[in-house]
């Protein structure tokens, strides 16, 4: 009976600190996605010539999606050189 009445008056403190590391863990990832963000535009700004900045600012998600396939291109053509 005294162990119930233990882990009755213990259980709100564990669900606190539960609450409290997935809060935690959540603001350590939002926090990492506006690094990410700053990690990306921030090269972007520091580029001495304005019409390039301009080109690289505007074609940016073309830039970035031509540069995956080519990575995704690039993975499975050596897959299929390994199995040979």
Do not use: C, W
């Amino acid at each position: 009976m005294k162990i119930l009445i233990i882990l009755l008056k213990g259980l709100p403190i564990i669900f606190k600190s539960l609450l409290l590391v997935f809060v935690n863990f959540f603001e350590f990832i939002a926090r990492s996605i506006d690094s990410i963000g700053y990690h990306i535009l921030q090269p972007l700004r520091t580029i001495r010539f304005e019409p390039v900045r301009d080109f690289l600012s505007e074609n940016l998600t073309q830039i970035l999606l031509i540069i995956i396939s080519l990575i995704i291109i690039f993975i499975i053509f050596n897959k299929d050189e390994k199995k040979i």
